[in-house]
């Protein structure tokens, strides 16, 4: 697809291009805000999966930028950003970030020690693994990384925060939105009104954390055991057969971003220049390091290798 063609298809794509944001993802995070309110006294947030930037763009501008400008920045409190993704990012002013895994215990250990002993108010995660098309083994993949998200929220988020995670809708919504209860009164599955309908990205709205007395969090992977399981692991019990029936489970779904705004779904006519022409705008920051840019390394090299070869056919 064409920049101008995805332009007209993908009024969030363009928008963000003409408001500066690195992904379209940015309008999610804004329009749960409208909502929720969820920047409401955020002094130090977690952006989890966060790479090209846009939600850590939205944190920047939102709770960063406004204390550096305001008298907050001349008591030296200004608020805590710190931004982690398996690829790099071109940086963001008041974002630290770092490069790592969330599924391994070490990054968990450096964003804490970004804390220095204190916690965070908010933990964002808009995670998602590279998808296969196969729904259930997507869906799976994803429960992963909000489940390494909640472990980074269990050591890092206090009481009383706030944790925003992006979830694939499939046949173990129940199961991770109970999981969630366990530690969170209020959950809320948002569907923004930036996010398409085709797609089955939700994103789970967690507030108030209050994880159960006496909790410790290295028994969090047992704790959650207790609920249930993912019913495409093969080697567990499947216990989640107790959210249907009488126990069923029903989640509290809520579309939100100004509904009368712009349809994700809808074409949207190009706003012409004078001159009766569009001018496609460059997208704001391209990714650094994609996880593609290697295949199309290998792809060029094959392919200069095969006019190598060529030529020296053509020679001899
Ligand atoms: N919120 C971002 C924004 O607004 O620009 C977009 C995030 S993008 C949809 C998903 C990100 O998840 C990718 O950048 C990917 O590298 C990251 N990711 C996937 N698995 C991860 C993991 N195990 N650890 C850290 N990051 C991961």
């Known amino acids: 697809m064409g920049k101008a063609s995805r332009d007209k298809r ?10 500066g944001w ?44 406004p204390a550096k400008q ?26 630290i970030q770092v490069q790592g895994d969330i599924t391994n215990a070490r990054t968990a250990e450096v964003v804490i020690r970004h804390f220095d ?11 998602a693994p590279d998808v296969t098309g196969l729904h259930d ?9 909000i489940l390494a998200g909640l472990t980074i929220v269990t050591h890092v988020l206090r009481e009383g925060g706030k944790f925003i995670a992006k979830i694939f809708r499939g046949k173990d919504t129940s199961l991770l939105y109970c999981q969630l209860k366990l530690f969170f009164p209020v959950v809320t599955f948002a569907k923004p009104k930036s996010s398409r309908n085709s797609s089955i990205e939700a994103f ?15 028994d969090l992977h047992h704790l959650l055991e207790k ?4 019913s495409g692991a093969d080697d567990l019990d499947c216990s ?25 779904d809808r074409s949207y006519p190009l706003p012409k220049d004078a001159d009766g022409t569009y001018q496609s705008l460059d997208p704001v920051q391209p990714p650094i390091a994609p996880p593609y840019k290697r295949a199309l390394e290998l792809k060029k090299a094959s392919s200069h290798g095969i006019r190598e070869l060529e030529k020296l056919s053509l020679d001899s």
């Open 240 to 264: 989640s057969g107790w959210l249907e029936g009488p126990n069923k489970v029903y989640i509290p779904f809520l579309a939100c971003g100004d509904l009368s705004g712009y349809d994700s």
């Open 204 to 218: 789970a709205v967690c507030e108030n954390y209050s994880p159960p007395e006496g909790f410790n969090p290295k």
């Open 22 to 65: 690195r992904a379209r993802s940015a309008f999610k995070l804004l329009q749960i805000d409208e909502e929720f309110n969820i920047f409401e006294g955020v002094k130090r947030v977690v952006d989890l999966c966060a790479a090209p930037g846009s939600w850590s763009q939205v944190l920047s501008r939102k709770l960063y930028l």
């Open 10 to 19: 993908d009024i969030y794509y363009r928008k963000a291009k003409e408001e």
């Open 137 to 145: 083994m997507d869906e799976f993949v994803q429960s992963q990384l």
């Open 70 to 95: 305001s008298s907050d920045s001349k008591n030296g409190e200004l608020p805590l950003i710190v931004a982690i993704d398996l690829q790099p990012m071109a940086p963001i002013e008041g974002v």
């Open 117 to 127: 002993g204190c916690k965070a108010d908010l933990v964002v995660c808009d995670g």
């Open 227 to 230: 609920v249930g399981s993912p």
